[in-house]
Every structure is written in C-alpha cells, then in structure tokens.
C-alpha cells in the first residue's frame, strides 16, 4: 500500500466518530450551533443539506450533557405508524416518547440498582415508574424487572392493583401529569431534565408519511413548552422546506442552522490531516499552495453552494493521492488532475431527458438539442454491446461524417466536463467509439 493510500484509509477512520473513538479529541470542532443547543430551557432543531454535520451536533451534545440531562432516544422507526413502533396503533408522539422512556429509564435504574435508596423515591414517583413501565411494555415486563431488582418498594406494587393514572396521552391534563412526572423521576435520579433525541435522515425522511410526522413532532405546544423536557432533532434542511417547518411551532422552538464557514472547514482539515498522517501533514496549506486552494474552493461552491465535513474529506483523499511528499505542495498545474479525480470519484452527472440537460451538483446545465441528442442515445446505449455509432450519425448528427459526430461531442464536453481535456463523463477510444461513465438519471 503507498503512502498516500495509507493516509487515505487513515483519513477515513479520523473523520469518523464511529470508526475512531478519540476522534472527539482530535478531530472535533465545537461550533457555535452546540451553544444553541444546550441545556433543556428549548427545544432545538438542527437543520443542515446531506452530510453537513447535523448528527455529530446531536451526539455532541448527547455527550457534552450526558451526566447532566436523562436522553431519552427516539429513532424515525419507533414513531407511530411504524413498524417497530413500541406502541402499535397508538397515533402519536408523546406516547411513543414515553414507550421509548420507560425503556431508558428502566435499563438506567438496572444499571444503578446498588443505588436505589440513594434516589430516594417518593411514593408517587414509584406509582408513576410502575405506570411508565406497564403502559407502554408488555404486562410482565415491570414484574419481571421489578423481580430481577428485589428492591422491597417496587415488590410491594406488583400486588396492587394497577391504575392507568394517565389513560389519553391526547388530553391536555394527561399529557401535562405524565411529562411533569417524567421530569420529577429524572431529577431524582439525578438529572436536571429529559433530552429527548431525534436524528434523521434524508433516507429515514422519503416518504410524505413521515415528512407529515415531522410536522406533527412540532405541532403540538404542550412538549415544547415544559420546564425541564426539551427535544433535540437534527432534521434534514430539504424537509424543513418541504413542511413549512419554521412556522409550525410558533417560536416556541429554536432554528440553528449548521453554516460550515471557510475556516471551519480549513480548521477541520487541518486536524485530520494531522491524525491520517500521523504528524508528518499538519495544515491543508502543505497539501495545496494558495492558488491551488482558490481554483478548487471556487470550483467546489459553485458545485454545492456550501461547505461541509464531508465535502472536504473527499477533497482531502483526493489531494492525498496526488501529493508526492510531504512538505511539497500541489500548485495549479495540477488543478486539472485534482478536478478531474473529484468528480469522477465523487460528483456523478444526472441526466435530466424532461429538462434536456443534466444536474452537476447543484448546477444545472440546459444542452442544446444535438449535444443533447447525442448525450441521450449514449445514455439508452449504456447497457447495449452494440455499436451505436451508425444510430449516433444519423439521430444526433444528422450526417454520416464522423467529423461531424465529433464536433457534436466535442461541443458536449465543453458544457458538462469540469475540465473538457480530460472528460470524465463522455469517454471514447477508436475501438469502442462513444460512451459514458458516472451518470445517473434524475430522481423523480
């Protein structure tokens, strides 16, 4: 394996939370939206594009409060309506949230068994846990639990008879009694409020159920207006937009806005270069001499009209894999190379046939009829063997000289290749003739 291969692989592991459990030492960057989001006085929504960041907000904070606040997770696929719902047939939120506390707080207090006379719980508190439990798990669960721990108190309610204190989650009262109590159990526990943590996805977000969900997260005022119970949710800028999200909640929750600025970018690259290659690259500057930098940064905000982490870890692999040593800093001479290797690694052409032209990143660029004839036959040809230089003559050219094939094409490359020298999506060689590579179609 080179060494750029190497730091390559490396990079990956250091801008990755999940794969490198010192990444939260070396590589994070503390932004100003983490301010935003702490303490349990708010509610907070993070909001972002793809890969901006909005989960590692999320778990910052998760980590920044995790002694302090009792989180409380609530994933996309145990909301109502799912499959995995805790509560089947139980249309709404606040009682999949508090399916989702009663296991939280049940494992909390299995963990720290040893410790239940130091919670000092009332009578109402273990009234109110007996009822958590069971309203929301199987009838046994909170027996068998209560059991496990044979903590006199708790074995006392498995005989009584069982009272649903907080019947309809739907109910101003109800769902006011049953939060209020909720909190009061944290603060004996130890902890100053309830967390409640939602991070989605564009994935876990594609459907219109579940955009409707989000809105309906935010709609009812009772959670998010509760001393001490606040949700936390990074949800994706596009389903924001979608649900009309900002007025929903009427200023009862707060907005951040993740904002990757240049030197956070430039901060952020500057510490994973530093842990990939163990020490031997330390600043972006060593990989990219400033001409260098301003030709691919502009080239990457007219791509993507932001910045984000992952944007400028792929960067990073590819100025890796080109750098000779360190200490020798690519120029713009190799702005061409460096270009050409991002795009085709990371930025495939969408191929738009209702709009006669295809999405690069963010831009779309409309095609002329011919160059967009021909793009369009080599797109249907894409899986065929057969040679479609004949069809391409007459459908696209509309004449039989190659000549007149290759003006077309060469007008093609002019629009869509980031560097029309060395194409990266309309390949050709005199054997094969014509053909694409790193296109898809437009989703519809």
């Avoid at 949230?97 to 494992?107: D, L, S």
Wanted: aromatic letters at 10%; a negative charge; hydrophobic letters at 40%.
């Amino acid at each position: 394996m080179s060494t750029a291969t190497q730091w390559q692989a490396k990079l990956i592991t250091a801008c990755s939370p999940e794969r490198n459990i010192t990444w939260w030492d070396e590589c994070y960057i503390d932004l100003p939206v983490q301010v935003t989001l702490r303490g349990v006085e708010r509610s907070v929504v993070v909001v972002g594009g793809p890969q901006s960041g909005k989960t590692i907000a999320i778990k910052a904070f998760e980590r920044a409060e995790q002694g302090r606040l009792f989180m409380v997770h609530y994933p996309v696929d145990r909301w109502y309506g799912e499959v995995n719902a805790w509560l089947p047939g139980t249309e709404n939120h606040l009682s999949q949230i508090m399916a989702c506390a009663a296991v939280e707080v049940r494992n909390f207090i299995s963990r720290h068994a040893d410790k239940l006379d130091d919670f000092k719980l009332t009578e109402l508190n273990l009234e109110y846990l007996r009822w958590l439990i069971k309203k929301h798990s199987s009838k046994r669960t909170f027996s068998r639990w209560a059991d496990s721990l044979t903590y006199e108190p708790l074995l006392q309610l498995m005989s009584e008879p069982f009272e649903d204190i907080y019947p309809d989650a739907t109910v101003l009262n109800d769902a006011q009694g049953q939060i209020e109590e909720l909190v009061t159990l944290s603060r004996r526990l130890g902890f100053e409020g309830i967390a409640v943590l939602v991070d989605t996805t564009e994935a876990d977000l594609n459907t219109d159920s579940r955009s409707d969900k989000v809105a309906d997260l935010f709609s009812w005022l009772i959670p998010l207006q509760f001393e001490g119970f606040a949700i936390k949710a990074a949800i994706p800028q596009a389903v924001v937009e979608q649900t009309n999200l900002l007025t929903i909640p009427r200023d009862r929750v707060t907005f951040a806005f993740l904002d990757w600025r240049l030197e956070d970018c430039l901060k952020l690259a500057d510490k994973s270069l530093t842990v990939a290659t163990s020490g031997q690259i330390k600043k972006f500057t060593a990989l990219a001499n400033s001409p260098l930098q301003a030709t691919i940064i502009d080239h990457l905000f007219t791509l993507y009209d932001h910045m984000s982490p992952q944007i400028w870890t792929q960067l990073l692999e590819v100025l890796l894999q080109h750098v000779q040593q360190p200490g020798s800093p690519l120029g713009p001479d190799n702005a061409d190379e460096i270009l050409h290797d991002y795009y085709a690694k990371y930025v495939p052409l969408k191929i738009d046939e209702t709009a006669q032209g295809v999405w690069r990143g963010k831009t779309f660029l409309k095609l002329d009829p011919q160059p967009f004839g021909f793009l369009q036959i080599l797109w249907h040809y894409r899986d065929s063997l057969d040679d479609p230089d004949r069809e391409l003559l007459k459908l696209a050219g509309g004449s039989d000289k190659r000549g007149n094939m290759n003006t077309i094409a060469s007008r093609l490359r002019n629009k869509i290749e980031p560097v029309p020298k060395m194409p990266v999506y309309v390949q050709n060689n005199r054997i094969r003739g014509y053909w694409l590579e790193n296109t898809i179609a437009i989703e519809t």
